[in-house]
């Protein structure tokens, strides 16, 4: 069977409901966009549910953590700072990286499915 709609009457209103929804939260969607792509690579995904879960780490950590060289992390992290997931606050001559709150409300919904699904096979 093809790609055919056979509907007989296209629901106008319905259409422009949805339409409106859409414009209206055109934002959200680009933001939720730009997350999910980046979060979308295991290692990014990992280094934000750390974030998450400890409030800030430094490069040096998450590589200990993940066993990644530091310039690959701070790869990542370069990555997701220029899109504005993540934040930098510098204490000394060290980098500490945190979620930006605006995604943390995006993330955290993922970010308890993964604890969910790790508690249930305990």
Excluded: W
């Amino acid at each position: 069977m093809g790609d055919t709609c056979i509907r007989l009457q296209a629901d106008i209103g319905q259409i422009k409901s949805c339409r409106e929804k859409l414009k209206a939260n055109s934002k959200a969607f680009l933001q939720l966009g730009q997350v999910l792509a980046l979060a979308g690579n295991e290692a990014r995904l990992k280094i934000l549910f750390l974030l998450e879960e400890e409030n800030e780490l430094c490069p040096c950590d998450l590589s200990d953590i993940l066993g990644m060289s530091i310039p690959a992390v701070s790869q990542h992290l370069r990555k997701l700072k220029d899109r504005n997931i993540i934040e930098a606050r510098k204490e000394g001559q060290t980098i500490f990286y945190s979620l930006r709150s605006e995604h943390l409300k995006i993330l955290r919904p993922f970010f308890k499915i993964i604890n969910h699904q790790n508690l249930a096979t305990v």
